[in-house]
C-alpha cells in the first residue's frame, strides 16, 4: 500500500476517535497493510526470518504517529517524567507521545539516546531536555526481538542518572525479549504481539 498525502479521506479520521479500542484497531491494520512482510529475510541479529516488520513505514505515517502518540500515553505509568529511545526506530515514537502529551495537558519530555556519542560538542549519548536525577523514564521501541536494542537506552539514560523500570514497545516479536527483561527486572509491555499481527494479516489478506 503506497500512502498518497492528496488522497486522506474521511476514513483516515480513525487516528482521532475518541475510542481508544478504534485507535488500537486502525493501528494494527496500519501494521498490516504498511510494515508487515512476508518473505524470506535477514535480520539486524544475522538471523533469517520469514517475515519482517518495517516499523518506520507506520512510525512516520500521519495518522500512524497520532494514533501511536495516543495509546502509547494511555499506557504511560502515572509518574513518568520522560520517554525516551534509541535512535532511530524509537525518534518518531517518543516525539508523537511527548506531543499527544502536550495536547493532554500533561507535557512529558522526549529523550532520544545515540548509539555512539557526539563527536562534537558536549559529546552526549542523550538528546533532549536537561532533567533532575533520578527522573522517571519509560524506553519506548518499535519492535523488540531479544530485547537488546532497546536496553542500550536503558543502560545509557541509567548511566545519566535517569530512573527506568519500564520498556514499552508497539510489537513484540515473541522471541526472548520479555523474558530477557523480566530476567533483569524491567516491566514490559507491548501493544501488539507478532500473533496479532499474522493473525489480522491472514484476515486482510483471505
Not at 4 to 13: G, I, L, M, R, V
Not at 86 to 106: F, K, M
Not at 190 to 198: K, M, N
Request: net charge negative; charged share 20%; with cysteine.
Amino acid at each position: 500500500m503506497v500512502y498518497y498525502a492528496e488522497n486522506s479521506t474521511q476514513k483516515d479520521s480513525w487516528a482521532t476517535d475518541t475510542d481508544i479500542n478504534v485507535i488500537r484497531q486502525g493501528l494494527l491494520d496500519l501494521f498490516c497493510q504498511l510494515a508487515y512482510q512476508e518473505g524470506d529475510f535477514i535480520l539486524s541479529s544475522g538471523a533469517r526470518s520469514t517475515y519482517y516488520i518495517n516499523g518506520k513505514q507506520v512510525t512516520l505515517h500521519p495518522q500512524g504517529a497520532l494514533a501511536i502518540g495516543r495509546l502509547l500515553f494511555h499506557m504511560l505509568p502515572p509518574n513518568t517524567q520522560a520517554v525516551a529511545g534509541l535512535t532511530l526506530g524509537a525518534d518518531p515514537i517518543v516525539s508523537a507521545v511527548s506531543l499527544v502529551s502536550a495536547l493532554e495537558n500533561r507535557p512529558i519530555p522526549a529523550l532520544i539516546v545515540r548509539k555512539e556519542a557526539k563527536g562534537h560538542g558536549t559529546k552526549a549519548y542523550i538528546e533532549g531536555p536537561t532533567l533532575p536525577p533520578g527522573s522517571e523514564a519509560i524506553v519506548l521501541e518499535d519492535v523488540v526481538t531479544t530485547g537488546q536494542s532497546a536496553m542500550k537506552a536503558v543502560t545509557r539514560l541509567r548511566d545519566a542518572g535517569y530512573t527506568v523500570n519500564k520498556v514499552i514497545s508497539l510489537i513484540d516479536r515473541e522471541q526472548g525479549g520479555a523474558e530477557y527483561y523480566k530476567s533483569v527486572n524491567l516491566q514490559f509491555e507491548a501493544v501488539f504481539s507478532i500473533t496479532d499481527i499474522q493473525e489480522r494479516y491472514k484476515q486482510i489478506s483471505d
